[in-house]
């Protein structure tokens, strides 16, 4: 299971007719330590939830033939429950352009995984994130795996509980909360072929 916090501050927001689709993108130094992440949230029509998921699960390796993919979960619990999150690796903005060139020219693709799945969608988002200094991205020793790692929902809780009685955590927040735009809360259950776990 994965616990996901994520705090949100939009630097661009486009939108089409359907699915929508939002973007933010990496502005200031950070935007030249060459690798990100990119975070794809997509909202899955309530009823084709399992058809998406098995249309992704049968084509998945059209897209990973082009691009490495981290992790791959769906949705247990916090707000919309019909969606799907996944995050992509590139080593910088020039080989995130080679792929998507990749893929727009890549015909099996556009018809076994990204046409089918447009159709059971509503929206997409997509965010460029960096690794912050002190962070690796590794596997954890279970297979169990959080952006911030707990046993399980209730471990989740009380390490919360825990860490709002600690004089150096509360600190730490009271500095950064004016920074803070809105923030979410998900448990993520990872698909089977998923990397991380």
Same mark, same amino acid.
């Given at each position: 299971m994965l616990a996901l916090g994520k705090s /949100?501050?939009? $630097? /661009? $927001? +486009?939108?089409? /007719? +359907?699915?929508? @689709?939002c973007s933010s993108f990496a502005t200031g130094p950070r935007q030249y330590d060459g690798t990100f992440y990119e975070f794809r949230t997509y909202c899955v029509k309530p009823s084709k939830m399992n058809e998406f998921l098995e249309n992704v699960k049968k084509n998945i390796h059209l897209q990973t033939a082009h691009s490495e993919l981290v992790g791959f979960w769906s949705v247990e619990c916090g707000g919309? *429950?019909?969606? @799907?999150?996944? *995050?992509w690796k590139y080593d910088n903005f020039a080989h995130q352009t080679e792929v998507r060139k990749a893929l727009a020219n890549d015909k099996e693709w556009r018809e076994q995984l990204l046409i089918p799945i447009l159709g059971l969608t509503d929206k997409q988002e997509s965010e460029i994130t960096y690794l912050v200094p002190w962070c690796k991205l590794e596997k954890p020793p279970k297979e169990v795996h959080v952006l911030w790692w707990n046993e399980s929902e209730d471990s989740r809780a009380a390490g919360r509980h825990q860490s709002h009685e600690d004089p150096r955590v509360v600190a730490a927040v009271r500095e950064s909360v004016n920074y803070l735009v809105s923030q979410q809360n998900m448990l993520l259950i990872p698909t089977s072929y998923s990397p991380l776990k």
């Open positions: /949100l501050t939009k $630097a /661009l $927001a +486009a939108r089409t /007719l +359907a699915p929508q @689709v919309r *429950i019909d969606k @799907v999150f996944h *995050i």
